[in-house]
């Protein structure tokens, strides 16, 4: 079955770059989504079609692809911005889900 | 108001039964895919199943295939998951979730999820 690859855990400092990687055989050829969850709460869609950002989402939040990694890219990082994060793709008519990533601003 | 609501969690005998619903509203639910989505206590999240708008194509995860059954009532804006056969590894909260009308196949993505409900299943 397929496979998304993300680290358990990044760290930022309030106002700086953080990104968070997602890789998966052939993912290139795939499209990659990302969601953001904060404690008790749904997820929420922050990035769809590797680099569109749905309406509400702040523009410090942006996708990239290279090869087989997807990144989410968070600028100017705020203590809002303190949650988990899960990229998600299709494939054979399934929809699989990365381990997910713990971002913690510090 | 756009919105999705679960409803039908609870506590269950392992082995035992137990039927999810989903109330949608301020969309239009017969031109939607939707889907189930699942998350065990301090995990990540599974998604389960899949169901076209006029309900024809129909996908599982391969661990729920012959367990569970989703189906909907486009008359009644509702989306259900049929459980049974349930395992403690069951244990999660159940989300409901939109792919948009428009969206291809290879290009799933969940842009409206409901707040999920609570199943445990424990002796």
């Known amino acids: 079955s397929y496979e998304l690859t993300q680290p358990p855990s990044v760290s930022v400092s309030p106002g700086q770059t953080v990104s968070i990687s997602c890789s998966g055989d052939k993912l290139g050829d795939k499209y990659a989504c990302w969601y953001q969850q904060k404690p008790g709460q749904s997820p929420v869609l922050v990035i769809y079609q590797d680099t569109k950002r749905p309406s509400g989402i702040p523009e410090r939040f942006s996708g990239s692809t290279s090869g087989n990694t997807a990144t989410l890219t968070i600028s100017g990082t705020q203590a809002m911005d303190e949650g988990d994060f899960y990229c998600?793709?299709?494939?054979?008519?399934?929809?699989?889900f990365g381990g997910g990533t713990k971002l913690t601003v510090l | 108001e756009v919105q999705l609501v679960e409803s039908g969690g609870g506590l269950v005998n392992p082995g035992g039964s137990l039927r999810l619903s989903c109330a949608a509203s301020g969309f239009i639910f017969s031109g939607s895919r939707m889907n189930w989505v699942r998350q065990a206590p301090g995990k990540g999240l599974e998604w389960v199943s899949s169901?076209?708008?006029?309900?024809?194509?129909?996908y599982y995860a391969d661990s729920m295939k012959g367990r569970f059954t989703i189906s909907r009532d486009n008359a009644k804006n509702s989306l259900y998951l049929q459980m049974n056969g349930l395992r403690a590894d069951d244990t999660a909260v159940y989300y409901c979730?939109?792919?948009?009308?428009?969206?291809?196949?290879?290009?799933?993505?969940?842009?409206?999820w409901g707040r999920g409900t609570l199943v445990t299943v424990s002796s």
């Open positions: 169901i076209s708008p006029s309900s024809t194509y129909i």
């Open positions: 979730a939109r792919i948009p009308g428009s969206v291809a196949a290879q290009n799933w993505y969940f842009d409206l």
């Open positions: 998600q793709a299709w494939d054979s008519n399934t929809v699989v």
